[in-house]
């Protein structure tokens, strides 16, 4: 079945340092992907989606490309701040179905050290 | 604009005691609704979805049940807890079909501790 593998870290970086969390998925179909962010003790919220292959989806200075042939959508970011410390979940949507089939990665906890 | 609210927040019970975790959403008509669990250090795994009123699916077998009594109005219930069901819960929901198909928008989140 469709599933998405995700770098689980814990990540531990600097202040103004260079992100990339990895992620990659497997899928029969042509999925939608999508990066969510978990503040602590808060619910999921959507932080960017891209729909086809090379689509770039960015938002908060995030940004993550669509690419069918390594089947990654690998989320960076050029200077994180400490208000970035989060867990990211990488995740696809089989829109084959009836229902928004969501799949999530694992989760990396980020960490920004001032 | 649409909202998400589930409750309580904060949740402590010993096994074997019942369950009830409420999930409603304002300002959209025949969401779909869904409940994940998220156990501590792991992922997100889907427990239950609904299309519609008195339509529940289950993804994971368990000693949880779901109900949707209303359009915008999704319960979690158990008879009898158990230590293994400790977690935090997610209600979200979602149009499926719409522009925004595949995202889904999650509640705030209710952490369940069973001792």
């Known amino acids: 079945g469709d599933s998405v593998t995700q770098m689980e870290g814990p990540v531990t970086l600097s202040e103004e340092a260079f992100l990339t969390i990895n992620c990659t998925y497997t899928?029969?179909?042509?999925?939608?992907l999508f990066w969510y962010v978990q503040y602590p003790g808060e619910g999921l919220q959507l932080l960017l989606k891209a729909t086809k292959a090379d689509d770039k989806g960015s938002n908060k200075g995030f940004e993550a490309t669509y690419r069918k042939e390594t089947t990654s959508f690998h989320l960076e970011k050029g200077s994180v701040q400490v208000s970035d410390s989060a867990v990211y979940f990488c995740?696809?949507?089989?829109?084959?179905?009836?229902?928004?089939?969501?799949?999530f990665g694992p989760g990396t906890s980020l960490s920004v050290i001032p | 604009s649409q909202t998400i609210h589930q409750w309580p927040a904060t949740l402590v019970q010993p096994v074997g005691s019942p369950l009830s975790l409420e999930c409603t959403v304002e300002g959209t008509s025949n969401p779909n609704l869904y409940w994940y669990r998220q156990a501590a250090g792991r992922g997100l795994q889907l427990l239950f979805y609904?299309?519609?009123?008195?339509?529940i699916s289950s993804e994971v077998p368990q000693n949880l049940s779901a109900s949707r009594p209303q359009d915008r109005q999704f319960i979690l219930s158990s008879k009898k807890l158990l230590l293994s069901d400790s977690g935090f819960y997610l209600c979200?929901?979602?149009?499926?079909?719409?522009?925004?198909?595949?995202?889904?928008?999650f509640g705030e989140g209710s952490r369940l501790t069973v001792l």
């Open positions: 979200a929901w979602s149009v499926w079909g719409s522009t925004y198909a595949g995202e889904l928008f």
């Open positions: 899928a029969t179909g042509y999925p939608s």
């Open positions: 995740a696809l949507s089989d829109i084959r179905t009836s229902y928004d089939k969501v799949i």
């Open positions: 609904s299309v519609g009123i008195g339509q």
